[in-house]
């Protein structure tokens, strides 16, 4: 028997070997969510990542598909989570037959023992370029949703789709906030379902990739939050440290320009990278280290944002693990706040002498940027890199969007210029 097996079988000792001194993240623990990608083949089994989440004071937790396996091994842990319907089963969902089927199949057998509260119809699929995949996310919304009515689940779990924030095309000042031309309609129809239904709006918000595409004008403290300085937003007269705060308030102008006061935001991934080639600035243990532990005190605090002071930001941080065969440069395959091993990849105030072994995991959904992908099929090839975000649309980017896509980001880039030019 090797020693991974042993552990499994004696699981109730897992939690000793997990030692934590986590009380920065226990101070947090209600406040912030953790993604939990799976396009790996060396990670621990879900069984052992189990006391490895809750060590961490984490309550909540987003898949990328609905994998069996996780769910069961959470059962009766009081961990909430968050399922993913991936980007290429939303032409097969939006009728609602199979809406009901997928629900009935990857939602209801594991209620009430596994809380799950959300499920996400795909992935940044506004700005995929692709008509037929737009056209399909608001019914298959639509869809899973009616299935949930007619489970009697419409009360306990909700429905919403995540975006990267190439949806803006004005993004400075974060008061001037507005959605792209070309995507107002099927935003302002997606609100509409959020407002019915009670769901929140999700957004992707990498400030690492505004730092990225402009290490030489983007500040690297301001995207950091540790800026000794602030921007001032002229028309509104609100303050902005950090880029965290301006991405977000500029999403929340963009949504009540088309008349939705009302709506929830959440921050459905963040995080950085702690490795990357020779081309993406900033990747590195330091930078990582300050960026989730920055932000992390930051929703402890329970305060919001400049332009939402009252309401404490929801979060999910990308990731929980590195995941060693995501596609792209190398920095997709170093979000992980954790090594497969369990051990943390950089010192986020805690200490973990790991999960001692690991078991190989079958890929699964995850990761930023990824078309999330529903228990069954192998996982659909991942499109692009890592999600865009406020002031942080590059060349690549440009070369897969439409003409209006590209035109979105020379206003992102300007504005970029111009908020940094005021530090």
Known sequence: MNCFSHLLRHSSTLSPLLLFSASLFFTAASAFGINYGQIANNLPHPEAVVPLVKSIGVTRVKLYDA???????????????????????LSKVRDPKQAQAWVKTNVQPYLPATKITCITLGNEVLTLNDSALSADLLPAMEGIHSALVSLNLDKQVTVTTSHNLAILEV??????????????????????FHCKVGSPFSINAYPYFAYKANPKQV???????????????????????????????????????LGYKNVCLQVS???WPSKGDADEAGATPENARKYNGNLIKLISQKKGTPMRPNLDLDVHVFALFNENQKPGPTSERNFGLFKPDGTPVYNLGFNAKGLLSTNTTGSGGGGSGSGATSSGPPPAA??????????????????????????????????????????
């Open 219 to 257: 500040p690297l403290d301001f995207v950091l939050f540790e800026s000794r300085s602030a921007s001032v937003d002229q028309v509104s007269a609100l303050h902005y440290d950090n880029m965290f705060h301006a991405q977000i308030d500029a999403t929340y102008s963009a949504i009540e320009r």
């Open 382 to 423: 991942v499109t692009g890199t890592s999600s865009d975000a406020y002031l942080s649309i590059t060349a690549d980017d440009a070369e897969r969007l439409p003409l209006q896509g590209a035109l979105s980001i020379l206003s992102v880039m300007v504005s970029a210029i111009i908020l940094v030019s005021q530090l």
């Open 67 to 89: 994998d069996p396996r996780v769910l069961k091994a959470f059962a009766n842990s009081g961990v909430e989570f968050i399922v993913g319907v991936g980007n290429e089963y």
């Open 269 to 271: 991934e963040t995080g």
């Open 171 to 192: 993004s400075y000042p974060p008061s001037a906030g507005a959605f792209r031309s070309d995507l107002k309609q099927k935003l302002a129809c997606i609100l509409d």
